[in-house]
């Protein structure tokens, strides 16, 4: 009886192995297609059948990749960037859902409503008044331009509302008994219980920054205003050819922070779930 | 040629204007112009061109930089054509700094915006050039309401591209490329092949890339039918000239069966991996081809109608000058113009890219006949300027191409009659320049 059924429990594991194996597989297909491309001379890329593993290996791309424009600054520019949203969105959002989901105010609802239809209204739509907003501010082609409108995101307020409201009542009751004051809750007690929504909404913050291309086009003119995206664009030519060996060496080490990134999140994504809940608090 | 996206940022811009219905005051390119102490004048140019193109561009103005003490051009890319249209179009409505010069698609339709300058200003006066040293389709494709706004820069053409070792392994002459219709389709059903026998075809005879809308106009105009009419006010490719290349290009999918269906986006990669046998595409990509193949590559001008020249529609971008009070600032700013479109400026742009010299008598320049020696292919599209024609720009082109380019997959995929598919087209873009007006 034990016996079959561990078996069985074996039998089990295996079977989500392999659908794991293929999904990861699967997923991870674009990413080392990426590296392989990144590696290959022009007369390589297009060769068919495809050869996954380069046949002369032209390390050569990256070289001339990071030179072809400004990487170093553009680098500076998206990490500045990206953190700085990153960290405003975190602060504006937690205080927001706060409000929205533990403080009783009039016109609460309707205030909400107004806040997640925000979210229907795409970016193209707000392009040409953002622009001029900056334009008076004259604030075109600095940090602001790409940091101010994005330090607050309805989504996200939306996000940490909802994982609020799941958290118990009665931590706050104690907490208040204890002489523990709304903002010191907030900091102490329901953000440490948040982790995986924070992880989360830093997570998207971020790669919503880091990726973003169309604003920061319009936005900014000068060279040492750009940011990374958009030194990308400079490898994909208009009627001629792409060097793709080139453009995906760019592509991989652009995509690196992402993954790093990820990978430092992901850990308080673990953790937080791991510690969630009522236990010693 | 990606003029649809342009042209989308284009029609966009537009929109945008008309909707808000207010005045156009001019705008006031100025920051970064005033001359310094040394009576330095600094420049700003935008430029659309990247990867190596650009440093083509980034290298003629180093040149210039470095030949002219008291000018500065600073040079920044900004995007595509649409891209930089679409920032443009931004500048000028939020009455932004705009750069002096700059190089876009579609140039002739800021016009009449009021925020450039014909460049015929420059090129009639004292400092002027001599026009007929360019091809006059060049000039025709930087008009628009009867005025010549733009310096033709970076042209090129459509052409065949052919795989050699196909060709000959489909028993057909390498050195004798198709130059009618007729002998595509033959040659195409040669081509055509299921080489592992499944009962699929997986090599195919023909394909165009995906800009369709720039290919079906120039058969369009090849059979005589007009794009649009002289005053602009509808378009007229739904005339039995045109219906019947429409006809011509979905037998080539449905009735010959040398082109796969609606697979247009696939074409270049196809091709590159040696799985098609006959691509029409911009002569642009012609080096970056060359080096991306893995067999021997042919290039031959577009194919006609039997008995009848070829006809090819030029595209690519154009240089405008932005207005300035300054007349010193004007000057310096045409004296890069100058430079950048000169014979030798030309020269470098033609020999480090894929677009063709503007010049007639290029063909006869000693460090062009040099180069080609060791690019023959080159010489294709410059020899087929002969034929070299101007569609004409219009605002509502970008709806045009969109148009025409759901017109061919509509017939590709049967889903319409040559006919009906013109016709739908036709009153779409009727409208849009009702709209418009």
């Known amino acids: ?281 | 040629m990606k003029r649809n996206l342009l042209l989308i940022g284009l029609v966009l811009g537009l929109a945008l204007l008309s909707a808000c219905g207010r005045e156009q005051s001019e705008p006031t390119p100025t920051a970064g112009a005033e001359p310094t102490e040394e009576q330095v004048i600094t420049l700003e140019f935008w430029y659309a061109l990247s990867g190596k193109t650009g440093e083509a561009v980034e290298a003629l103005v180093e040149q210039f930089n470095a030949s002219h003490p008291n000018i500065h051009v600073n040079a920044t890319y900004q995007g595509s054509y649409g891209e930089i249209m679409g920032k443009v179009w931004n500048a000028i409505y939020a009455e932004q700094t705009l750069p002096q010069v700059a190089h876009l698609g579609g140039a002739p339709l800021l016009g009449k915006t009021g925020a450039i300058v014909p460049i015929t200003d420059f090129t009639e006066g004292a400092n002027g050039i001599d026009r007929s040293q360019i091809y006059d389709a060049l000039w025709e494709y930087n008009s628009a309401g009867g005025q010549i706004w733009s310096m033709p820069f970076n042209n090129s053409v459509p052409v065949l591209y052919y795989n050699r070792d196909l060709f000959a392994a489909a028993g057909l002459d390498p050195d004798r490329p198709p130059t009618t219709w007729d002998e595509v389709i033959e040659y195409g059903q040669a081509l055509t092949q299921d080489t592992d026998g499944n009962g699929e075809v997986d090599q195919w005879g023909f394909n165009t890339h995906r800009d369709t809308h720039w290919y079906i106009s120039a058969m369009f105009l090849e059979n005589g039918a007009q794009i649009v009419n002289e005053e602009q006010t509808e378009v007229l490719y739904n005339s039995p000239e045109a219906v019947e290349m429409l006809q011509l290009w979905g037998d080539m999918v449905n009735k010959y069966q040398i082109m796969p269906p609606a697979q247009h986006k696939e074409a270049k990669g196809d091709f590159l991996a040696g799985k098609l046998g006959m691509l029409l595409r911009s002569c642009a990509g012609i080096p970056s081809a060359a080096e991306e193949v893995t067999f021997d590559l042919g290039v031959a001008p577009i194919p006609a109608i039997a008995g009848r020249d070829p006809v090819e529609p030029v595209g690519g971008g154009s240089l405008v000058i932005f207005r300035s009070d300054d007349q010193a600032i004007l000057d310096a700013a045409w004296e890069f113009v100058k430079f950048m479109t000169s014979p030798d400026g030309s020269l470098h742009l033609s020999t480090h890219s894929g677009y063709v010299p503007i010049y007639k008598d290029a063909l006869e320049w000693p460090d062009l006949q040099v180069y080609l020696e060791e690019h023959p292919l080159q010489r294709v599209p410059i020899e087929a300027l002969q034929y070299s024609y101007a569609i004409p720009v219009f605002p509502a082109l970008g709806t045009s191409d969109g148009a025409l380019r759901q017109a061919v997959e509509k017939v590709e995929l049967g889903a319409a009659t040559p006919q009906e598919a013109l016709n739908e087209a036709k009153a779409v873009v009727d409208k849009n320049i009702a709209e418009q007006q």
């Not at chain 1, 970016?123 to 101010?148: G, M, N």
């Not at chain 1, 309805?154 to 409201?165: D, E, K, L, P, S």
Request: proline fraction near 4%.
């Open chain 1, 1 to 281: 009886m034990l016996r079959s059924k561990r078996a069985r429990k074996t039998v089990f594991a295996i079977f989500w192995y392999i659908v794991l194996g293929i999904t990861a597989v699967a997923v991870m297909l674009p990413y080392i297609w990426m590296l392989s491309t990144s590696l290959k001379g022009s007369d390589e890329v297009f060769a068919y059948p495809p050869n996954w593993i380069p046949r002369t290996w032209r390390f050569q791309n990256y070289v001339e990749a990071w030179n072809a424009a400004p990487f170093g600054r553009y680098f500076l520019n998206s990490a500045v960037v990206a953190l700085a949203v990153t960290i405003g969105q975190l602060i504006t959002c937690s205080l927001a859902a706060f409000a929205f989901a533990r403080m009783e105010f009039k016109g609460k609802d309707v205030m909400f409503a107004l806040f997640l239809s925000t979210t229907m209204i795409s970016t193209q739509v707000t392009l040409v008044p953002s622009y001029l907003v900056l334009k008076t501010l004259r604030w075109l082609d600095t940090y602001q331009a790409l940091i101010v409108p994005f330090l607050a995101n309805a989504f996200g307020v939306f996000m940490m509302r909802q994982y609020f409201m799941t958290l118990p009542r009665e931590l706050e009751d104690a907490a208040k008994l204890d002489g523990c004051g709304r903002l010191r809750f907030l900091w102490q007690v329901l953000l440490p219980l948040s982790k995986p929504i924070v992880a989360s909404q830093a997570l998207f913050a971020f790669m919503g920054n880091w990726n973003s291309y169309l604003w920061p086009l319009i936005v900014t003119t000068s060279e040492h205003m750009r940011t990374l995206q958009i030194g990308l664009r400079y490898f994909v030519s208009q009627e001629g050819g792409t060097q793709w060996g080139i453009f995906m060496a760019a592509t991989v080490f652009v995509s690196v922070p992402i993954v790093l990134f990820y990978l430092f999140v992901q850990k308080s994504f673990v953790e937080g779930i791991a510690t969630t809940g009522l236990k010693g608090a």
